[in-house]
C-alpha cells in the first residue's frame, strides 16, 4: 500500500477535513489510495497558527488515515488565488505558484493509529521492512 509521510499539523489537518490538498514540490503521476503518514517532525510556528482548529491530537510516527490521491496540479496564479478563495486561512498564507498541489478526496482518520517510522516521498507500507 502506498504511503506518503506529512509533518504536523498539516496530517491531522488532512484526516480532520480540514485540508483537501498536499503540496509539494515535485510532481507524481501515482493516482489512487494512499496512507496518510504522520512524520516526527512538527511545525511548531503552523502548530500555533493553526490551534483555532478543531483538532484533539496530533500524532507522530504513525499511519493516522487515508484518502484518494485524485490529481497533482502544478500551481499558477490563477490556481493559488483559487486556494486562497476556498479557505484564505488555510490555503493563504503563502504563495504555492510553482508548487504542486496534490488533490485529496475519500478522506479518512483512522480509529487506531498504525505505528511506523515512515521514509520520505511516497513509499509502500508493508515491506519487509517495515
Known amino acids: 500500500m502506498k ?22 514540490t515535485w510532481k507524481t503521476n501515482y493516482r489512487g489510495k494512499l496512507l496518510i503518514h504522520a512524520s516526527s517532525n512538527i511545525d511548531k510556528n503552523d502548530m ?42 488555510i490555503y493563504g498564507r503563502h504563495s504555492r505558484v510553482g508548487l504542486y498541489a496534490w488533490v485529496l478526496s475519500n478522506i479518512k482518520m483512522y480509529d487506531k493509529y498504525i505505528d511506523v517510522p515512515g521514509k520520505l516521498g511516497i513509499w509502500n507500507y508493508g515491506d519487509k521492512n517495515e
Do not use: H, W
Not at 8 to 17: E, F, K, L, R
Not at 68 to 82: G, S, V
Open 48 to 89: 500555533d497558527y493553526f490551534s483555532y482548529l478543531n483538532i484533539n491530537s496530533y500524532p507522530t510516527k504513525q499511519i493516522i488515515g487515508e484518502c484518494e490521491l485524485i490529481d497533482c496540479i502544478l500551481i499558477d496564479e490563477d490556481f493559488n488565488n483559487k486556494l486562497y478563495n476556498i479557505d484564505n486561512k
Open 3 to 24: 504511503a506518503l509521510t506529512i509533518k504536523q499539523p498539516y496530517a491531522s489537518m488532512i484526516v480532520n477535513g480540514y485540508k483537501k490538498y498536499e503540496f509539494r
